[in-house]
């Protein structure tokens, strides 16, 4: 019986780069990102907001820290699910959670895969935004505590709901 032989250190190589080159799988087409244009449109709209609040009306510090904090959280939220959006596209089409639009049946727009469960990648900023304000801005008596925290988790389990109705499928009618 003869020992078979090892290959090289070059030919190893090789092959390893060619399988690097290849994706593994293969990504559906993804509109290129519109981030610069929205950055440029909010801070045309944001920095006479934030001239009126830091100079030009004389509103309390604790108000002026209040709303700066709430525009910052807010700002991080909305990059964040800019950012979590393509991200979660494209591993919900690669589990086969996706339909197509049915006002576009005939036209080529109608044959593209739509995931159906984004909006889980949203409400979780949302919540977590949420938590962030109640955080910042309530004190340990305040007397819309109860009422906020009922109020997310209703949210909460919205969200649930319409993840379980997307990924269950369940039917129109019982």
Not at 36 to 54: D, H, N, R, T
Not at 64 to 83: D, H
Not at 92 to 118: A, C, H, M
Request: charged share 15%.
């Amino acid at each position: 019986m003869t020992a078979r032989k090892r290959a090289t250190s070059e030919a190893a190589s090789t092959t390893t780069a060619a399988a690097a080159a290849k994706p593994l799988t293969t990504d559906p087409p993804m509109a290129p990102s519109k981030a610069g244009q929205i950055l440029k449109v909010s801070l045309i709209f944001f920095v006479p907001y934030l001239y009126l609040i830091l100079s030009h009306y004389n509103i309390e510090p604790d108000l002026k820290r209040s709303i700066l904090i709430n525009a910052a959280v807010s700002s991080a939220g909305f990059f964040l699910t800019l950012a979590l959006i393509p991200v979660a596209s494209r591993y919900l089409l690669r589990r086969n959670l996706f339909g197509y639009d049915i006002n576009k049946k005939g036209t080529p727009q109608g044959s593209v895969k739509v995931p159906e469960s984004l909006g889980i990648a949203v409400g979780i900023v949302f919540l977590v935004l949420a938590i962030l304000f109640q955080y910042f801005n309530f004190t340990a008596d305040s007397i819309w505590l109860v009422e906020y925290n009922a109020a997310l988790a209703s949210i909460c389990f919205m969200m649930l709901l319409g993840f379980v109705d997307d990924v269950l499928d369940v039917p129109w009618r019982v």
